[in-house]
Nanobody, 128 residues
Framework: QLQLVESGGNLVQPGGSLKLSCAAS????????IGWFRQAPGKERESISC????????KTRTSVKGRFTISRDNAKNTVYLQMNSLKPEAAGVYYC?????????????????????WGQGTPFLVSS
């Protein structure tokens, strides 16, 4: 059974960088597209970025495009989210998620609908 564990959350100063990891166990990730989501305090969870199973197709939320980069290393069964030029509003709990259906197509989704397996989340703050 697929399990996802996020890590890398920390306290970061505005303008700083942080790299989050999403490590999978139980199943190899190379046929799953993966999404990263954020939930800020008092707000609903929102999508940030997603990546296809092979890594050749990505989508990123407009508000973080150019600053956040999703990538994956299927040999390590891990997906990453590199975040640069962080702003205070980026703070929250970050989750990675995988869908129920495996695919090798160049596809991923920024909606919640396909995702059925979620990690426990990793929190971080952006504060000076």
């Amino acid at each position: 059974q697929l399990q996802l564990v996020e890590s890398g959350g920390n306290l970061v100063q505005p303008g700083g960088s942080l790299k989050l990891s999403c490590a999978a166990s139980g199943v190899t990730l190379d046929t799953y597209f993966i999404g990263w989501f954020r939930q800020a305090p008092g707000k609903e969870r929102e999508s940030i970025s997603c990546i296809s199973s092979s890594g050749d197709y990505r989508k990123t939320r407009t508000s973080v495009k150019g600053r956040f980069t999703i990538s994956r290393d299927n040999a390590k069964n891990t997906v990453y989210l590199q975040m640069n030029s962080l702003k205070p509003e980026a703070a929250g709990v970050y989750y990675c998620a995988a869908p129920a259906i495996r695919t090798d197509q160049p596809f991923c989704s920024l909606t919640n609908a396909p995702y059925t397996t979620w990690g426990q989340g990793t929190p971080f703050l952006v504060s000076s």
